[in-house]
């Protein structure tokens, strides 16, 4: 059962655009939306991370939006730089009173930042 | 950071034959966690561990699978027998924290094939 969905699959920016990807997620339960981030050859790191008491997050050039109501919520990337150049997962989980740890995972993005 | 190591990085093996799939977690960390990614595909939960036992398990946490990390050495993933559809990335994951993702880290992964 696909309980997070993500898009796009891909995607290419110029160095100094906003990269945008996004998520959606069914279940209602769901109370702690990361990203991660992955270098080929390394571990999935976190990148970035919000709970639903808010609908923004930022850090530095990452910014998270979240709408409840539409259960959806996307990575906006400013400024991007070659560096950033990675595979960005969204993942959602029951954080609260739930198992920890026990992360949904969207399908992957590859973001190519070209200079 | 901290830093959760796989080994190996990569394993070849025969179908039908068993494997160990082998994770030294972050030192002070107590709850374990293995993820299963098809080329492709996003990662999904398999199995997280506490104190010696099975938490939970997913679907795809086989009969054929089996965790322990005995005497706080490796947190280990057996399959026995493999099956050509156990082709995948395997991560492993440890957090300080039960009631929080925020703490979890992943391993880069040991990528099974199965022939």
């Known amino acids: 059962q696909q309980q997070v969905r993500q898009s796009p699959q891909s995607l290419t920016v110029w160095e100094g655009e906003t990269a945008i990807l996004n998520c959606s997620y069914e279940?209602?339960?769901?109370?702690?939306f990361p990203w991660y981030h992955q270098f080929p050859g390394e571990s999935p790191a976190l990148l970035i991370a919000?709970?639903?008491?808010?609908n923004k997050k930022e850090d530095g050039r990452f910014t998270i939006f979240f709408n409840k109501r539409e259960k959806k919520f996307s990575l906006h990337i400013a400024d991007s730089q070659p560096g950033d150049s990675a595979t960005y997962f969204c993942a959602a989980s029951e954080d609260t009173g739930g198992l920890s740890g026990k992360l949904t995972f969207g399908e992957g993005t590859q973001v190519t930042v070209i200079s | 950071g901290p830093k959760v190591l796989q080994i190996p990085s990569h394993q070849i093996i025969d179908m039908g034959q068993m494997v160990t799939l082998n994770c030294d977690p972050v030192?002070?960390?107590?709850?374990f966690y293995w993820y299963k990614q098809i080329l492709g595909q996003q990662m999904e939960f398999l199995v997280n561990f506490y104190n010696g036992k099975v938490m939970e398990k997913s679907k795809l946490f086989k009969d054929q699978f089996s965790v322990e990390r005995p005497d706080g050495s490796y947190f280990t993933l057996k399959i026995q027998p493999t099956a050509l559809e156990d082709s995948a990335v395997y991560f492993c994951a440890s957090s300080s924290d039960w009631t929080s993702a925020e703490t979890l880290y992943f391993g880069s992964g040991t990528r099974l094939t199965v022939l």
């Open positions: 919000i709970r639903p008491v808010s």
């Open positions: 030192s002070n960390h107590l709850y």
């Open positions: 279940d209602s339960t769901f109370d702690y």
